[in-house]
């Protein structure tokens, strides 16, 4: 249910979720399978507020199956994203500070996918 919206955004982080399950039940092959849904959705749609969670989330699976170059290309393009988002940002400094003071941000932005 979670990845049936007609929404690109909604869509991708429906398999972004997903993809977390199946992560937490140890899963890895039905997390890839998701994440490759919600990559493919986010090839066709601009959808930064999905973007950045999908890519962390590959990033953190790759790392986990010590695919490292492709990990950080993945945060690398998460980390690209929040700072586009963190840039559109500027005129809303309180919405801005708290995007980027936010954990998983931090994680993304520090360079190093959560593993």
Same mark, same amino acid.
């Given at each position: 249910?979670?990845?049936? &919206?007609?929404?690109? %955004?909604?869509?991708? #982080?429906?398999?972004? %979720? #997903?993809?977390? /399950?199946? #992560? ?8 890839? =399978? ?6 493919? /959705?986010?090839?066709?749609?601009? =959808? &930064? ?29 998460? @980390?690209? %994203? $929040?700072?586009?988002?963190?840039? @559109? +940002? ?9 995007? #980027?003071?936010?954990? &998983?941000?931090? $994680? /993304? +932005?520090?360079? @190093?996918?959560? =593993?």
């Amino acid at each position: 249910m979670a990845a049936c &919206p007609g929404e690109h %955004t909604y869509q991708a #982080l429906g398999h972004h %979720t #997903l993809a977390e /399950i199946a #992560l937490q039940e140890g899963d890895e092959q039905r997390a890839q =399978a998701e994440l490759q849904h919600a990559l493919k /959705i986010l090839e066709s749609a601009q =959808a &930064p507020l999905a973007q950045w969670r999908v890519h962390a989330l590959a990033a953190q699976l790759a790392k986990r199956q010590h695919r490292l170059a492709e990990s950080e290309r993945y945060r690398a393009l998460s @980390a690209a %994203t $929040i700072s586009s988002l963190a840039a @559109a +940002l500027e005129q809303a400094s309180d919405l801005r500070q708290s995007l #980027l003071a936010a954990k &998983p941000v931090q $994680i /993304i +932005l520090n360079g @190093a996918a959560a =593993a």
